[in-house]
Structure formats: C-alpha cells, structure tokens
Nanobody, 122 residues
Framework: QVQLVESGGGVVQAGGSLRLSCAASGGTFTRHHMGWFRQAPGKEREVVSTISVFGGSTYYADSVKGRFTISRDNAKNTVYLQMNLLKTEDTAVYYC???????????????WGQGTQVTVSS
C-alpha cells in the first residue's frame, strides 16, 4: 500500500509560481508512475501531468504546457510539480497519484494523496 502526502499549496497572485511536492511511503517508489491531477469546484478531476518511473517520459495537459514542470527524485521518494505563470483558472485542489500504469484517466490510478489547495488570485 502506497501512502502519498502532498504539500506546497497556497494562495498566489496570477503570474506567480508555486512548487508542489508529494512524498510517497509504504511501497517501492520506482515501481510506480506518478501523476498530478486537479479538481476545481463543480468540475471533474483532470490530469495535469504524469511522469514515468525513472523520469524519462512526461505528459502535460495542453492547458499547462510550457508553464508547469513535473519531476521526481527517486532517492527521496518524492515527485514535484513546478507551476509558473499561474492563472486564475489553475485554482483547484491538486492531487498526487501513483500507479503501475500511466493513464490520463483519473479513475485508472490506484493510489491518491489527500490533495492540496492552490488558489490563484487576480
């Protein structure tokens, strides 16, 4: 069983930056692809970015390409999401997830963190 704990959320002005972290425990980190998802009020959960087991392959939603960067440190069992040029529409609860596959569909992922709130003000 994998436990995931996100941190780094907060309130930031539009155009600003935040860095989210997700610490994993309870499993073998290098057996899992990692992903970041988000859910805004009244909307369905959506994929933001995913990264393969050893970081050689990444995926970004079109809405965040060029602004967000996903990375992982397997020695620290941690995955990161660097978010730059934030927009008000990035406001959401951001979730970290782990899975042996790397689908873009949220319900396909096995393990989830509790989420961290990101609020971008205008």
């Amino acid at each position: 069983q994998v436990q995931l704990v996100e941190s780094g959320g907060g309130v930031v002005q539009a155009g600003g930056s935040l860095r989210l972290s997700c610490a994993a425990s309870g499993g073998t980190f290098t057996r899992h692809h990692m992903g970041w998802f988000r859910q805004a009020p009244g909307k369905e959960r959506e994929v933001v970015s995913t990264i393969s087991v050893f970081g050689g392959s990444t995926y970004y939603a079109d809405s965040v390409k060029g602004r967000f960067t996903i990375s992982r440190d397997n020695a620290k069992n941690t995955v990161y999401l660097q978010m730059n040029l934030l927009k008000t529409e990035d406001t959401a609860v951001y979730y970290c997830a782990a899975d042996s596959l790397r689908a873009t569909i949220p319900k396909a992922w096995d393990y989830w963190g509790q989420g961290t709130q990101v609020t971008v003000s205008s």
